[in-house]
């Protein structure tokens, strides 16, 4: 059982390019999630999906964008990278309905450098 | 979701319990209170989690206050591996998931 995997673990990236960040789940969750951490902060939204089907913006979606695939598969695109966006990019899901305990499971984390 | 203050960052000896608060005075009557913490750089993970009652795990015990404004979080006998940070927040548990905010957490270091 994987649980929440993430690809790639790294990448760098020249400003102006382009690069999807994928995310798989394996527990069936309903609601998938995209943050990001920068050095010595806590994690702020991008995107969340909270059905397959669905998704809406979080704290900070400028310059990203998502697809929600199908019930396990929820990407994150970079469609012109800018050194900004240099940052650590977690991937998280959760199971919301009544009788679980709501939890959120997170991905290792994706390194992002833009150059 | 309401929004979560803790400290930045706090110590704890090696053997003794750790006490982390936090304090959520805008939370809401369904709201619950989780905590989650982050090793290093790993993606963050799930703690307890309660609505108004004192929880226990094997991980950890949970504090509410009994107007629900504040909890505690008690590492009942830290170890070198608990230093992380620890992220409070606060969210509807069967409701919309949108936009959890985990701030920056209280950076917990367990000494020798």
């Known amino acids: 059982n994987a649980g929440v995997t993430q690809t790639p673990k790294f990448q760098v990236l020249k400003t102006g390019q382009s690069m999807t960040l994928q995310c798989a789940q394996d527990?069936?969750?309903?609601?998938m999630y995209w943050y990001r951490q920068d050095p010595g902060m806590g994690l702020r939204l991008i995107y969340y999906s909270a059905s397959e089907g669905t998704t809406d913006k979080g704290e900070v979606p400028n310059g990203y964008n998502v697809s929600r695939l199908n019930k396990r598969e929820f990407s994150l695109r970079l469609e012109s990278a800018a050194p900004s966006q240099t940052s650590v990019y977690f991937c998280?899901?959760?199971?919301?309905?009544?009788?679980?305990?709501?939890?959120?499971?997170f991905g290792e984390g994706s390194r992002l450098t833009v150059l | 979701d309401a929004k979560t203050t803790q400290p930045p960052s706090m110590d704890c000896a090696e053997g003794r319990a750790a006490n982390l608060p936090c304090n959520h005075s805008t939370i809401s009557g369904n709201e619950y209170v989780y905590w989650y913490r982050q090793i290093h750089s790993q993606g963050p993970q799930y703690i307890i989690h309660g609505l108004k009652n004192n929880e226990t795990n094997e991980m950890a015990s949970l504090i509410i206050t009994e107007d629900r404004k504040s909890s505690t979080l008690i590492l009942p006998h830290a170890t070198l591996r608990d230093t992380a940070v620890y992220y409070c927040i606060v969210r509807v548990r069967g409701g919309s998931q949108g936009n959890l905010i985990f701030g920056k957490g209280t950076k917990l270091s367990v000494k020798p």
């Open positions: 527990m069936n969750h309903n609601s």
């Open positions: 998280a899901s959760s199971e919301p309905r009544g009788g679980t305990t709501g939890e959120l499971f």
